[in-house]
């Protein structure tokens, strides 16, 4: 597998990014071009913002005025990615998270920020490789299939990442 550069930002300050969660994304983007044989070099943007901020984003790109949990903007189709001549790696895209939507989600679904932040990373560094569920049938089922593989592979599969209070 090539070298993986993450770049990881924190736009937003409602929320405190908990210790390890950089480390978390950085594993679950590695996991994910593990997963998917992808041996070249690589870079990926992952900037954590809040609700107003994923709203407008949704809004400017997608047409869809209300809050979500993460966007994924892909540089590349169909197998092929921008190339960045300084670096040497193919330069993926960009993730955007909610952290407060993350953290709202966690509390619903019952487990932890932990599985929420790795889900969300994972979910989306298989849209910036060209999976997408927006059609549902069998595409979604082996996004899903996919996304819980790479989880459980990182030790936070839906069975291990419970909240136990």
Not at 48 to 67: A, G, P, Q, W
Request: with cysteine; charged share 25%; glycine share 8%.
């Amino acid at each position: 597998m090539g070298k993986t550069k993450v770049l990881i930002t924190n736009n937003q300050k409602d929320v405190k990014i908990p210790v390890g969660m950089r480390l978390l994304i950085r594993r679950s983007c590695n996991a994910v071009l593990d997963n998917e044989k992808f041996t070249d070099d690589a870079e990926v943007s992952v900037t954590f913002v809040n609700n107003d901020e994923i709203r407008r984003l949704n809004n400017e790109y997608r047409n869809i005025d209300k809050v979500t949990d993460v966007l994924s903007f892909p540089l590349g189709e169909n197998g092929v990615y921008d190339f960045n001549n300084e670096t040497g790696a193919y330069m993926l895209g960009d993730i955007v998270i909610s952290i407060q939507t993350a953290l709202k989600q966690a509390k619903l679904y019952g487990h932890s920020l932990e599985r929420e932040i790795g889900f969300l990373t994972v979910h989306s560094m298989l849209h910036l490789l060209g999976y997408d569920h927006e059609q549902g049938g069998v595409e979604a089922r082996n996004m899903r299939e996919t996304e819980e593989q790479i989880l459980d592979n990182l030790g936070i599969s839906r069975q291990s990442s419970y909240i136990t209070e």
